[in-house]
């Protein structure tokens, strides 16, 4: 069932392989982010947010529409990871060891996590972060109260390795139909290609997923409290921040 989520999202994956050629509607976007991008430079990361946004709306979809908490979970795990991502790629791009920037833990199930500073000022920094984006989205549509970002930080630092590492801690009537990690390993993959061309300055990667956040909350907002929307996104973005995605 969860394989036929994404059949919309990911379909046409091995067609796009033999055929190099961009769909007309990608040109577009590309050509208008190549003409905008002087004046704004966020263009990019602008335009693929509602692309990204939407995709996942069409791959979400089901007879009864798109299930709101699922697709928070979903873009939360999405931009974590992205900080880390970008960070990946900044680090190559300037001639070093892909994983420089992080402190790298080891568990006893010889999984590797990765932590420091330069990934937690991407996910909560003060400017253009996920939480930056996500929490002035939760405040603009009414939000009467915010998570509270350094004990999600502590609770996952905590439980790395175990069994609640992951696990969005969320009332049971408004938890996400899988995991944070199920959807980065089905959605990433088919995702990053376009993010990367529509996007392709790394360290916009993680401002590209709070903007799709950011609609995601507006138009969730009739159905769950944005207060609790986006403790549904931090703490899916946290603890995704850190996994290793070639072995999660």
């Known amino acids: 069932m969860f394989k036929k989520m994404f059949e919309k999202l990911a379909g046409r994956k091995a067609q796009e392989k033999k055929e190099p050629e961009l769909d007309p509607k990608t040109a577009a976007l590309i050509h208008a982010i190549r003409e905008r991008s002087e004046e704004d430079p966020l263009v990019g990361a602008k335009l693929g947010a509602k692309e990204v946004f939407q995709r996942l709306l069409d791959g979400m979809k089901n007879e009864r529409g ?43 199930d010889g999984r590797q996590y990765f932590f420091g500073d330069p990934l937690n000022d991407a996910l909560a920094g003060p400017q253009y972060s996920v939480w930056g984006l996500a929490g002035g989205a939760a405040q603009h549509a009414g939000a009467k109260e ?40 089905a959605i990433w993959p088919s995702l990053f290609p376009t993010v990367k061309l529509l996007c392709p300055n790394p360290v916009h990667w993680p401002i590209l997923y709070g903007l799709a956040i950011q609609e995601a909350i507006d138009a969730g907002k009739s159905a769950i409290d944005p207060g609790l929307a986006v403790k549904i996104v931090m703490e899916s973005a946290i603890p995704m921040s850190k996994v290793d995605l070639s072995n999660p």
């Open 146 to 185: 915010l998570p509270d970002l350094n004990e999600i930080f502590q609770h996952t630092s905590s439980v790395v390795g175990g069994d609640q590492f992951g696990i969005p801690r969320v009332p049971e009537n408004h938890k996400a139909s899988d995991t944070p990690i199920n959807y980065l390993k």
């Open 66 to 108: 798109v299930h709101i908490e699922s697709l928070l979970c979903a873009l939360g795990a999405l931009a974590g990871y992205s900080c880390q991502a970008n960070l990946r790629a900044q680090a190559t791009a300037k001639g070093m060891p892909e994983t420089a920037a992080f402190q790298i833990i080891g568990t006893k």
